[in-house]
């Protein structure tokens, strides 16, 4: 791994509006370069924005050789720059919620996601694979929302050597008691709430990834009303970005206590990966794999 900056941006991607999601992603591009990224993530099915309805795939493209892709992998030569998004991806009719990346020398691979949450299970179809990507800058992974809240994930892209990971989100604003959607309140007291909500349980959850596995965790999410268009749909996102080192420290986060746009950009120390996955006793050296065969086993 080389050390370089990474910028993370929470933007609101709307459903059934994919040109102008991609006019304003590739605005923010632009200016994660002029911050010095070398790499820029996006949020969860960012270009096609996110919902529980069918619009959600009705823009759905063939990944690498749709329009979208296209576009970008031409931006990402202009600039010399990573870039990570996400969409709909139509392959042969079924739909996989797909997170890729393109760079200077064009397209580079795609993750699928896994675990399918909520009403997503109704649109998409779940990936089974799980590649880590060997770029100029290091050996990166992408886990894909509620992927994340399985520890299986983050473990598998680390045995094979992921040193970062990449985690798009489009979290919905959820009740905290029993988990239901809710819409954005008018009331900011309590937006400021699912903010912070939100930001909180995201570290608690990353900082045990990026420490067990000694690799830096990125994450981002969306942000705002995904579902304008969409009448009776709830489609609402708090955002949030956080960017954690390998000692599962808060290296960076989103400043806005809003539901608003932003991006953050910060430098990943190649030193503190090898530091810590060199030190004495660290897991993955003396990981014993076979006693982990219940995890490969039906639960209940």
């Not at 970008?72 to 709909?88: F, N, R, S, V």
């Not at 089974?128 to 892209?157: H, Q, S």
């Not at 190649?270 to 006693?291: D, G």
Request: some cysteine.
């Amino acid at each position: 791994m080389k050390s370089f900056k990474i910028a993370a941006v929470q933007c609101n991607s709307v459903v059934g509006d994919k040109a102008s999601n991609l006019t304003k992603m590739i605005s923010w591009t632009r200016k994660a370069k002029k911050a010095g990224a070398k790499l820029v993530l996006f949020p969860e099915l960012n270009i096609t924005g996110h919902a529980g309805s069918p619009a959600m795939v009705s823009e759905a493209e063939i990944v690498p050789q749709g329009r979208s892709v296209k576009r970008l992998e031409k931006l990402a030569k202009e600039l010399d720059i990573y870039i990570c998004a996400g969409i709909a991806e139509d392959d042969l009719g079924i739909h996989y919620n797909c997170q890729f990346i393109v760079g200077r020398a064009g397209y580079l691979g795609k993750q699928r996601k896994v675990h399918l949450s909520a009403d997503e299970s109704f649109y998409f179809r779940g990936g089974t694979a799980t590649p880590v990507y060997e770029l100029a800058l290091g050996r990166i992974a992408m886990i894909i929302c509620a992927d994340n809240l399985y520890p299986e994930m983050a473990r598998c892209f680390a045995v094979k050597g992921a040193e970062v990971l990449l985690c798009p989100h489009a979290a919905r604003c959820s009740d905290k008691d029993d988990g239901t959607f809710t819409a954005i309140p008018d009331d900011v007291k309590i937006q400021r709430k699912f903010v912070h909500d939100n930001k909180e349980q995201w570290k608690l959850i990353h900082r045990c990834r990026a420490y067990a596995n000694g690799c830096y965790v990125v994450l981002c999410n969306t942000v705002g009303k995904a579902a304008v268009h969409l009448e009776g749909v709830n489609a609402d996102h708090a955002g949030g970005c956080t960017i954690i080192d390998p000692y599962g420290e808060v290296i960076a986060e989103s400043k806005t206590k809003d539901i608003e746009e932003e991006m953050i950009v910060t430098k990943l120390d190649a030193e503190a990966v090898a530091k810590i996955r060199h030190s004495a006793c660290f897991n993955l050296q003396n990981r014993r794999p076979e006693v982990f065969k219940i995890l490969s086993e039906p639960t209940f």
